[in-house]
């Protein structure tokens, strides 16, 4: 059974870089066809999906945050990351990973997802 | 990039029928997905396509969509269904590729 589990820094300073990496059991991260994504959810708010990158390297990501965000693989650990700089108080957010089908297709959805990891922006 | 919006919140009394609904222009082009979500706990996958359910999500939520509306619907609604439910899926950003979520509606059974 697939999981995936998210690790990182719970606090962050304003203006300094997020890292996140999520890192993913029973099953590899270069099966074909597969996106990885992340999510996040503002305290009492709604998800927001932030990127997914292909197995082959493929990336996208939400435009918003195109010029700050970098998503990697890491096949030899099975992980995959994600580096979000310049932070400010707007990032604080509980941080899911998850594997996203279909980015391309008619139907795209995520399944299943990590556990999800708090990180607050606050000097 | 489009929004998806949802109703904030509905109840339904146990065991009676609650439809969710979820509008948005890309619903025109691509099938919704649908997420559970209860307190202190990860989203989870219970709909996608047109009325695709993973294992072991209950056939009481099923799903449907028209124009640039997708719903999801439970029948028969148990106490655990009460949770926050969010639509989803993929858009467009001018010519990349791009997904949204819904607005989110909390589901509470009376």
């Known amino acids: 059974q697939l999981q995936l589990q998210e690790s990182g820094p719970g606090l962050v300073k304003p203006s300094e870089t997020l890292s996140l990496t999520c890192t993913v059991s029973?099953?590899?991260?270069?099966?074909?066809?597969?996106?990885w994504g992340w999510v996040r959810q503002p305290p009492g708010k709604g998800l927001e999906w932030i990127g997914s990158?292909?197995?082959?390297?493929?990336?996208y990501f939400i435009p918003s945050l195109n010029s700050r965000l970098t998503i990697s693989l890491d096949t030899s650990k099975n992980q995959f990351s994600l580096k979000l700089t310049s932070v400010t108080a707007a990032d604080t957010a509980l941080y899911y990973c998850a594997r996203h089908f279909g980015l391309l297709q008619f139907v795209s959805w995520f399944d299943p997802w990590g556990q999800g990891t708090l990180v607050t922006v606050s000097s | 990039s489009s929004e998806l919006t949802q109703d904030p919140a509905v109840s339904v009394a146990l065991g009676q029928t609650v439809r969710i609904t979820c509008q948005g222009d890309?619903?025109?082009?691509?099938?919704a997905s649908w997420y559970q979500q209860k307190p202190g706990q990860a989203p989870r996958l219970v709909l996608y396509?047109?009325?695709n359910r993973p294992s072991g999500i209950p056939d009481r939520l099923s799903g449907s969509s028209s124009g640039n509306t997708s719903s999801l619907t439970i029948t028969g609604a148990q106490a655990e269904d009460e949770a926050d439910y969010y639509c989803s899926s993929r858009d467009r950003s001018g010519n990349l590729p791009s997904y949204v979520f819904g607005t989110g509606t909390k589901v509470t059974v009376l």
């Open positions: 990158i292909h197995n082959s390297g493929s990336t």
């Open positions: 029973g099953g590899s991260i270069s099966t074909s066809n597969y996106y």
């Open positions: 396509g047109k009325n």
């Open positions: 890309s619903l025109r082009s691509y099938f």
